[in-house]
């Protein structure tokens, strides 16, 4: 089982509906999670970074976490054909900083116009 | 947020011949850098962790004689792919990690590398 799942879609939605992105993880020792967008042929954008469990909200973005259950969303309210990405989850047990970041295989994410 | 850059972000070279990738924070000083190479469609796969001032990690099959990192400073870290052949064709990305921002890795733009 790998430590952590992410379905990798694809995933086409029409534009300005919502979006629910998800992950599971397996390591209860994970206390730091984050979101990243990645357009094609870029380098990862950090898009959420949450510490423990609970909602942060950043502009049309939610991120979620719910330790208990182990699992992490991301919403994105009005959805628009610049969301058009692949969304990485990454996570972490500690904010030192040589700890490597696990990652999700990333959900690549279509808006239709 | 945080800013990191990587030159060149593209190159193409001949087999053989030796590669170096520079990964810069730009506004931000950076004790840990890192190294991903990603395949197409696929996630990010760490290959090191470079500190500055001392030898990078890598990861389990990762061959260090292969890709050389130095870490010279705390805003600039390099990848040197040696005697590159074309299944080292990928795209390479850095990331540093920001103390004081948000405690978390912002990552480079990436280099497509196409060896021929």
């Known amino acids: 089982q790998k430590e952590v799942e992410q379905d990798p879609g694809p995933l086409s939605v029409p534009e300005g509906a919502i979006v629910s992105l998800n992950c599971t993880y397996s390591n209860s020792a994970f206390q730091y999670f984050m979101w990243y967008r990645q357009y094609s042929r870029k380098g990862p954008e950090l898009l959420m970074y949450t510490y423990s469990s609970g909602n942060k909200e950043d502009g049309r973005f939610t991120a979620q976490v719910d330790k208990s259950s182990k699992y992490i969303s991301l919403f994105i309210r009005d959805s628009q054909p610049s969301d058009s990405a692949t969304y990485l989850c990454?996570?972490?047990?500690?904010?030192?900083?040589?700890?490597?970041?696990?990652f999700g295989t990333g959900t690549r994410l279509t808006i239709i116009p | 947020g945080a800013v990191v850059s990587q030159h060149p972000s593209r190159v193409i070279c001949k087999s053989g011949t030796s590669v170096k990738i520079e990964c810069r924070s730009l506004?931000?000083?950076?004790?840990?850098m890192f190294w991903y190479r990603q395949f197409p469609k696929k996630s990010l796969m760490l290959m090191a962790t470079s500190n500055e001032g001392s030898k990078a990690t890598y990861e389990q099959g990762v061959e260090k004689d292969k890709f050389l990192i130095n870490h010279a400073s705390l805003t600039l870290s390099t990848l040197t792919v040696t005697s590159a052949h074309p299944e080292d064709s990928s795209f390479y990305i850095c990331s540093a990690w920001d103390r004081g921002r948000g405690r978390t890795q912002y990552f480079g733009p990436g280099t497509r590398l196409l060896v021929l």
């Open positions: 506004d931000f000083q950076a004790t840990t």
């Open positions: 990454a996570m972490s047990a500690s904010n030192f900083g040589n700890e490597k970041l696990t």
